[in-house]
């Protein structure tokens, strides 16, 4: 059964590197794929972060890509997300979520995580 | 600011019919990229709802249904029941953002 589970530190210190793990069951991460992170503030909406496929090609938002690293670790089966210099502004729940089937990137994102809860102290 | 617009809340009787509208722009929904729904029930991840302007992954009740016109979208669900009280995010993507996906602010629907 494909699942896909984040986990991470779920306190940050203001100004330091958040560091997320994607762990993806059930599928092989370099299938026709491509593998997202999406972010949600306490109350608020969603927020796309960036999307990554396999063989490197990368897309992100362009209001975090200074501070955004994706990287796939097709040995493990995951994906992470780094995102530096963080303030209270980027605490959120982080979900990763899987889209772009068959290397077509603006398909929906068909399988999301539970996501997790990421707070941000100063 | 959401680069799609969606109204915050809307609301509607036991077995009634609601929509709810996705309003983009020219370089985005108008300029030709799908829309598709996301239904996210109290404290879950969001889930698939509609993709492709308006077909249904499977499991999802036909009294779900998305359509699209120029640059604009809607969710109706009809027949509401209590379990649809959730909130619904409207997703595309934009061609000026080099490929950003982007999203509606959400709605959310209350069920009378």
């Known amino acids: 059964q494909l699942q896909l589970q984040e986990s991470g530190p779920g306190l940050v210190k203001s100004s330091e590197t958040l560091s997320l793990t994607c762990t993806v069951s059930?599928?092989?991460?370099?299938?026709?794929?491509?593998w997202g992170w999406i972010r949600q503030p306490p109350g608020k909406g969603l927020e796309w972060i960036g999307s990554?496929?396999?063989?490197?090609?990368?897309f992100k938002n362009p209001s975090l890509e200074s501070r955004v690293t994706l990287s796939v670790d097709t040995s493990k089966n995951n994906l992470s997300l780094k995102l530096t210099s963080v303030t209270a502004e980027d605490a959120a729940v982080y979900y990763c979520?899987?889209?772009?089937?068959?290397?077509?990137?603006?398909?929906?994102?068909?399988?999301w995580g539970q996501g997790t809860m990421v707070t941000v102290s100063s | 600011q959401s680069v799609l617009t969606q109204p915050p809340s809307v609301s509607g009787a036991l077995g009634q019919r609601v929509t709810i509208s996705c309003t983009g722009s020219?370089?985005?929904?108008?300029?030709?990229?799908?829309v598709h729904w996301y239904q996210q029930l109290p404290g879950t991840a969001p889930t698939l709802l509609i993709y492709?302007?308006?077909n249904r992954p499977s499991g999802v009740p036909d009294r779900f249904s998305g359509s699209k016109s120029g640059t604009s979208a809607s969710l109706a669900i009809s027949g509401l029941q209590a379990e649809d009280e959730a909130d619904y995010y409207c997703?595309?993507?934009?061609?000026?953002?080099?490929?950003?996906?982007?999203f509606g602010g959400g709605t959310q629907l209350t069920v009378l």
């Open positions: 979520a899987r889209h772009g089937y068959g290397g077509n990137y603006y398909e929906a994102f068909d399988i």
């Open positions: 059930g599928v092989s991460i370099s299938s026709s794929y491509y």
């Open positions: 990554m496929y396999h063989s490197g090609s990368t």
């Open positions: 020219s370089s985005n929904i108008g300029a030709g990229f799908d």
């Open positions: 492709g302007n308006g």
């Open positions: 997703q595309s993507y934009d061609s000026d953002l080099s490929g950003y996906a982007v």
